[in-house]
């Protein structure tokens, strides 16, 4: 994964992070010929074993979820009013050069305010699930000229981030959204580095009204072998901030024990 951007098309920027290596084909026409044939034995063997192969089965959850809404609810200039960006950068101890994700980015609210803070050795990795957005958002970063964002589209039970990469991975107002929280948890630890923190900012109050007791995630995320390292109200409302870090090995799908919700 790159970590400085270059400015590219549209194209490019839209949703992907180009691997940090490529292995580049021959040139010989002999061998692309070989190639060409392995490739083609490769997909059809593929193909014959794919009834074969399952998907992990991972447990769903026993609670409500929240549709995903627009995070154009206020202005950005209100949200500052109320501090609560710069109170949670703080609380997760965000330092220059460190790698962070920000998992359900947006248009880039808590993006463009963690980019200053990593600075220029630091980087930030804005990921959504919404085409759409990605895209604004990636029009957004090319126009502030946020060098150390990448930007990334990733699937609602996957955020896809490169493994062990991440000091800090940021759930701002969005996991209640999240349709299948033990599988994107089960992916999403793999993004943090041995003493990497998954940050949560929500709201004490039931999933159907974009909120998540802190009781409920506590337990969500002992159940992928996540544990709760801190925990603080943010002033000035019904949010709460909380620190996840690795704490057990990370269990088998079918091994996930739901919590009741």
Known sequence: MTVRPERRP?????????PPFERRPSTSPRTNGVVGLCT?????AACREAPEQQQPR???????????????FSTEDARDRLGEAEQVIEL???RPG?????IGAGEGYY??????VVGPRGRVLAEDIVPETIELLAQRVNRENLDNVSVLLGTPDDPKLPPRSFDRIFLVHMYHEVTSPYAFLWHLREGLKRDG??????SDRPPRRHGMPPKLLECEFAALGLKLHRFQPITGGEAYFAAFRIAAPRPEPDEIKPCKG
């Open 10 to 18: 549209k194209a490019e920027v839209e949703g992907r992070i180009a």
């Open 98 to 102: 460190m790698s962070v994700a920000d």
């Open 40 to 44: 083609a034995l490769l997909v059809l």
């Open 58 to 72: 991972f447990p769903k959850a026993d609670r409500d979820v929240a549709p995903i809404v627009s995070d154009a």
């Open 92 to 94: 997760a101890g965000v």
């Open 197 to 202: 923190e998954v940050i949560v900012v929500d």
């Open 111 to 116: 993006t463009v305010r963690l980019a200053p």
